[in-house]
């Protein structure tokens, strides 16, 4: 009986051993496994659409892919990249007061995109990537309007100062206006033609696919991205589906290249009236027409942009070589930048036995006016922020 006892004794003590060494034995294969999905979770790439080939799509990309290489990025656009609002723009670095919106909010924005033109600027060629540093003057008989120009980026640029009145008679003089005022600063150009092919080649490099669809709905993509970042300039509010459209209005420009290569710096009237110059051209313009959406260029605008620009600067007959127009994206209340959740339902599935739902990152990036590429870094900056997680703001 003794020994009896002995045996149960040792089998139930057996019995605990085994029982213990398989609880451990499970609970390490749940270890394993756990850390096997986390590992594939966080190394599985987010896949990214962004919709618009412009500056603010590529933009957008570039600042994604730059700070996560991992990322999968599809970048759709509807037509070439010559006929966006992108392509013919000198770039020069200035801000208004945004269309209709009530505050400097978007300054944040102007100073990162300044801080990267600095940057392309001292490591990288010009000719290569259309960004060149300039200087040059805005004249107006309005000074609330270069004190406000002084509010919004005078602290951001190089030099800037309002001129004496002896510094004046280096320009024509403009009686019939009254008192005229001037600021000079200097700054940078991003000329589109140059500089959006330029991050495309870096996109391209970084294996960023691009391809030609016109995108109807953002719910065409809900299936096979994660990430959705609408970059569709004046189409970006129908995009958007949620009634935004009513707010985004078309602003028609005009400029004209010229053959100028003694012509140094840039000479603003009153904003509208002017000549820029980028790496090997000078650009003369324009018109702010809000509303208009109208392309062609009739000899009445031709005569307006040069009757007004060779008032200002008499000597200045140079020949346009190239003329372009465009349709830059106003929206009331300024620029949209902001990210929302999409969530819809998953059916059941072999692989998944239980119907869920599926959950897509929208990023608004769109309505930045005539002003896309003072702003356009800065922005696909907080893009990058919002689907990586450093911001700490889902609205800004």
Request: with cysteine; aromatic share 12%.
């Amino acid at each position: 009986m003794l020994d009896c006892a002995y045996t149960f004794q040792f089998v139930a003590e057996s019995t605990e051993i085994c029982a213990n060494i398989m609880h451990r034995f499970w609970i390490r294969i749940a270890v394993l496994i756990f850390a096997a999905e986390g590992k594939c979770a966080t190394s599985t790439p987010k896949r990214i659409a962004v919709i618009g080939e412009g500056v603010i799509g590529v933009s957008s990309a570039l600042a994604l892919i730059e700070r996560d290489p991992r990322l999968n990025i599809t970048v759709f656009f509807d037509t070439p990249f010559e006929t966006t609002v992108s392509y013919g723009p000198a770039g020069l670095y200035r801000v208004d007061k945004i269309e209709d919106s009530k505050n400097f909010h978007f300054r944040p924005y102007a100073k990162r995109a300044f801080a990267r033109y600095a940057k392309l600027f001292r490591e990288l060629p010009a000719s290569e990537t259309g960004v060149n540093l300039v200087s040059g003057h805005i004249l107006s008989t309005n000074l609330t309007a270069l004190v406000e120009q002084d509010e919004i980026y005078g602290d951001i640029v190089y030099n800037f100062h309002y001129l004496r009145e002896d510094e004046m008679q280096q320009f024509a003089p403009q009686e019939d206006e009254g008192h005229v005022f001037a600021i000079h600063y200097t700054a940078y150009t991003t000329e589109g033609g140059k500089y959006v092919p330029w991050m495309k080649r870096q996109l391209l490099a970084k294996g960023v696919r691009f391809i030609q669809r016109r995108i109807s709905n953002l719910n065409e993509l809900y299936n096979d991205f994660d990430v959705i970042v609408n970059c569709a300039g004046l189409n970006g509010g129908k995009l958007a589906g949620d009634g935004d459209d009513r707010n985004m209005f078309p602003i028609r420009g005009i400029i004209f290249e010229v053959n100028a290569t003694w012509h140094h710096h840039f000479l603003f009237k009153d904003f509208t009236t002017f000549s820029i110059p980028t790496t090997d051209k000078v650009f003369i313009g324009s018109v702010k027409q809000p509303g208009r959406s109208d392309l062609e260029i009739t000899q009445l605008d031709r005569d307006d942009i040069l009757g007004r620009y060779y008032k200002l600067q008499p000597t200045f007959k140079a020949i346009y070589s190239f003329e372009w127009s465009g349709l830059r994206p106003g929206r009331y209340g300024g620029i949209r930048l902001e990210m929302t959740t999409v969530r819809f339902p998953v059916p059941r599935t072999r692989s998944l036995r239980n119907s869920g739902e599926r959950v897509v990152q929208i990023v608004h990036n769109y309505g930045h006016g005539g002003h896309g590429f003072s702003v356009s870094w800065g922005c696909a900056e907080v893009v990058a922020d919002l689907v990586i997680g450093n911001s700490t703001s889902r609205r800004h």
